[in-house]
């Protein structure tokens, strides 16, 4: 009996060794250049992105690790998003449940995006402080450009017509780049603080929270939003707004507001807002 208990002690001990040193020249001789190669195809492959990636390894812990990533829309050669570093890796005590996941970091030089995400396509993403700059659709000159001070994701991917999604996003330092002539300031239309809530069933959104203030405009709304996958700029939306004049804008844009929609008994005035976020209406 203690013959067999000692074998088998052995055994397990030489498997172990085995499979250590097993793990060891994994690490020792993977190959960063196919991993960086394989991580690009990937990202392209899933997404409607370009993505151009310095450096990719594997660390210890199957942690996955990058650094100097620039994000592009498939067909542009502008960067929308440029990554410091990065770092993925397993949640190992999904391993139990039966639906495993992963968990990672994004940094760049000021702020950082977080996420989970399991084998049952649920994803949690979780982003502060991170600056954007990037050209709207409706004209390659016009820029929207600002930081995400907090923002969260909640969802599961792909989109079914079941996925219960959930966003929440507060941003700062907001201006439309571009529209000088509207507002006589080379900053372009001040948007000053925004905040946007939404909650989804597939596809189909629902704004319940809308509302920019702090800028040239104060603006407040609800709506719906018809998420189009293979285009998000082919999107269907459809916005009750009321908006009027802030404190900063000069005469000229107080002036076009007198223009547009009704006026409402505060003085604001009511407007809608349909079509796709291309080619947005105002009615």
């Not at 800028?215 to 609800?222: A, C, H, I, K, R």
């Amino acid at each position: 009996m203690r013959f067999t208990k000692s074998r088998n002690l052995y055994l397990a001990a030489g498997i172990g060794l085995f499979l250590l040193g097993l793990f060891c020249s994994f690490y020792l001789i993977f190959p960063d250049a196919l991993l960086k190669q394989r991580l690009v195809y990937e990202l392209e492959t899933r997404l409607p992105i370009q993505v151009d990636l310095v450096e990719a390894a594997l660390q210890p812990l199957l942690t996955l690790s990058g650094e100097g990533m620039k994000v592009g829309l498939s067909g542009q050669t502008e960067a929308l998003l440029q990554i410091d570093s990065f770092h993925v890796s397993p949640q190992w005590p999904s391993l139990f449940t039966g639906d495993p996941g992963l968990k990672g970091a994004i940094t760049s030089s000021a702020g950082e995006l977080s996420f989970l995400s399991q084998r049952s396509g649920k994803l949690d993403l979780s982003g502060t402080d991170l600056a954007f700059d990037m050209p709207l659709a409706t004209s390659p000159a016009t820029r929207i450009a600002g930081t995400l001070t907090s923002g969260k994701v909640t969802t599961s991917l792909p989109l079914q017509s079941a996925t219960e999604s959930r966003i929440d996003v507060k941003l700062n330092q907001v201006a439309v780049q571009g529209l000088e002539a509207l507002t006589a300031n080379a900053a372009g239309l001040r948007l000053g603080k925004v905040s946007l809530q939404m909650s989804g069933q597939g596809t189909s959104f629902s704004i319940s929270h809308l509302q920019m203030s702090g800028g040239d405009l104060v603006v407040s709304g609800e709506g719906t939003l018809m998420l189009v996958v293979a285009n998000p700029q082919n999107s269907r939306i459809n916005l009750n707004l009321s908006v009027r004049a802030g404190n900063q804008a000069n005469q000229t844009l107080a002036s076009l507001l007198e223009l547009a929609g009704s006026q409402q008994a505060d003085g604001s005035r009511k407007l809608r807002l349909t079509g796709t976020l291309a080619k947005p209406i105002v009615r």
